[in-house]
């Protein structure tokens, strides 16, 4: 019904940046919200940031230095990620929640994009 195709991930040297994009296709009526989450070796899936309407919500250990944005006439989603640290290697995975045809809310999961912070 709805697919995500994450673009962006690779390998970034300390201080870097790097923009992930996320693009929502298929029987989308309307989109509530999207995301970002990440997932570290050995940890939880946790949230980066999120963007609901013009309303933005970041993890406190990326706020100030990553940037939520969305482009709605195309359902994409962006994350500009700058002074990249280690700490910030992980598998990044795009979230959205959306209206289908046949008026059902779901959330969807993009495949997940490595993030690799290292010099």
């Known amino acids: 019904q709805v697919q995500l195709v994450e673009s962006g991930g690779g390998l970034v040297q300390p201080g870097g940046s790097l923009r992930l994009s996320c693009a929502a296709s298929g029987t989308i009526r309307s989109i509530y919200s999207m995301g970002w989450y990440r997932q570290a070796p050995g940890k939880q899936r946790e949230l980066v940031a999120t963007?609901?309407?013009?309303?933005?919500n970041y993890a406190d250990s990326v706020k100030g230095r990553f940037t939520i944005s969305r482009d709605n006439a195309k359902n994409t989603v962006f994350l500009q990620m700058n002074s990249l640290e280690p700490e910030n290697t992980a598998v990044y995975y795009c979230?959205?929640?959306?209206?289908?045809?046949?008026?059902?809310?779901?959330?969807?999961w993009g495949q997940g994009t490595q993030i690799t912070v290292s010099s």
């Open positions: 963007i609901m309407s013009s309303n933005t």
């Open positions: 979230r959205v929640t959306c209206t289908v045809v046949g008026g059902v809310i779901n959330t969807y």
